[in-house]
């Protein structure tokens, strides 16, 4: 076997994914991603009341939890014909608004950031520079030469005391770094600026879900009543909240993330023409102006780009037996009907007799299986889906505010539109959709509180919950744009419990394994083609696999270091 760089595992907060890379002198010649958990929320699901789906299916994932839940949600409703009022569908949009503009927003100073910032490097920095720098840049508040003062002697004390916390476990000092350490300091304050305003921003989903994480949804609507002059409903001062919470998520968006993606961007350049992948994009569409069967009305329409192609936009049915199937065929799952078969998910299978290697692993198997994650194809083709996906999606489609910031951003750093096939591509789409949502959420509040005010207050349709009313057997799938990408949950429903239920998330999209004819996925090809400056420090794997945002918590789950069980659920 050919000797490989491991990185594993490669996410610092969000589950447990190991990166293989084959070398070829200097350069990856082959990648290879593997999830080093099992996942099994499908077998728990089976046999229970389907109004009750969501609140076990939040629980995939500790970070996307609200998205989870209202993609199970959405599955009932859509497989039996719920439809729901328009203020719980404008509620819906401002809890999915909000998880977008926190999840991206952490994502970027507390996941990937670090991947450029050399925290270290700061503590050279001239705190007058840094603040002529940050100022340059825009009106942020934060920005005088004393606040940047504060915040170096605040890490140069963690580093004095040997206590770098969440700076630990980092290369820096590596050639790769190429800020100056003024814009290493910005970044480090704008770091510890972003836990803070982060507290605020969860609100929204408390005043409107209950409580953060795992907010409460409801099939038919949404769980909060309104009345305006009540303390125990959402009233006219929780909605003055929401609108503050929305403007603070606005501000930050348009003075720190903005700026900062641009001006860290233009010293690395040299990424625009690195990491693309395999090529297609794909999305299932969501933020509806009506309803979800109302594709012409969602901001983010749905579709599929093959080969770069942005003049042609394939349309996408998540219910067709040809067009989305999962394939194990170097999974550690099997299928009844053999590993070399996909399925589509209402067909779909979640079983296993693992015989593989056990954990800790020398060198995976991977002509064999070596995943807990399955590969998911449209109409055959490994698809990437996420926050590039969807601006290619909003682009292509004409959308005139993700052409006019994908026009401002290929000016500023004076790169081709090629550029956007890559991983500066992928981390400068994840900022500029979050501009995008956080602007419509203004317009969706707006919107709800007009219809409070013009005595429109219903949030919940009640009028198809009981089961008697249901048929025998339905099916259904409840898709929405995670921030991640495409989400979608299917369901088979037979007299009133879930038969089958199958989740294809967006970490198994993008990182899933080869399939039966021995295509990589998004993550795998991404890397083919990179040159490590070394394979003891690969700081060019994290940037691109970072870039997607990996949470494979979503994608895998349970087991400890010697392969032994950590937990067993048993099934009524």
Known sequence: ?????????????????????????????NAYSSGTMVRGIELILQGRDPRDAWAFAQRICGVCTLVHGLASVRSVENALGYE????????RNLMIGAQYV??????????HALDWVDVVSALSADPKATSALAQSLSNYPRSSPGYFSDVKAKLKGFVDNGQLGIFANAYWGHPAYKLPPEANLMAVAHYLDALEWQRNVVQLHTIFGGKNPHPNFLVGGVPCPFDLNSDSAVNAERLSQVRSIIQSMQAFVDQVYVPDTLAIAGFYKDWA??????GNFMCYGDLPSKGMDDTA?????????????LSTVHPVDLNAPDEVQENVAHAWYDYSVGKEKGLHPYEGETSFDYTGPKPPYKQLDVDKGYSWMKSPRWKGHPMEVGPLARMLMLYATGNEQAKELVGLTLKTLDVPVEALFSTLGRTAARTLETKIFADAMMGWLDSLVANIKGGDSKT?????WEPS???SEARGVGFMEAPRGGLAHWIVIKNGKIDNYQAVVPSTWNAGPRDADGKPGPYEAALAGHKLHDAKQPIEILRTIHSFDPCIACAVHVNDPGGEELVQVKLR
């Open 469 to 471: 009313s249901w048929p």
């Open 297 to 309: 009305g969602l901001l983010v329409p749905p579709g599929a780009i093959l080969n770069r192609d």
């Open 84 to 91: 729901i009022p328009t203020n719980a569908q404008l509620i």
């Open 1 to 29: 076997m050919n000797e490989r760089v491991v990185v594993d595992p490669i996410t610092r907060i969000e589950g447990h994914l190991r990166i293989e890379a084959e070398m070829s002198g200097d350069t990856i010649a």
């Open 102 to 111: 926190h999840d991206h927003v952490m994502h970027f100073y507390h996941l």
């Open 460 to 464: 919940f349709n009640e009028a198809l």
């Open 273 to 278: 023409g690195q990491g693309e992948g395999v």
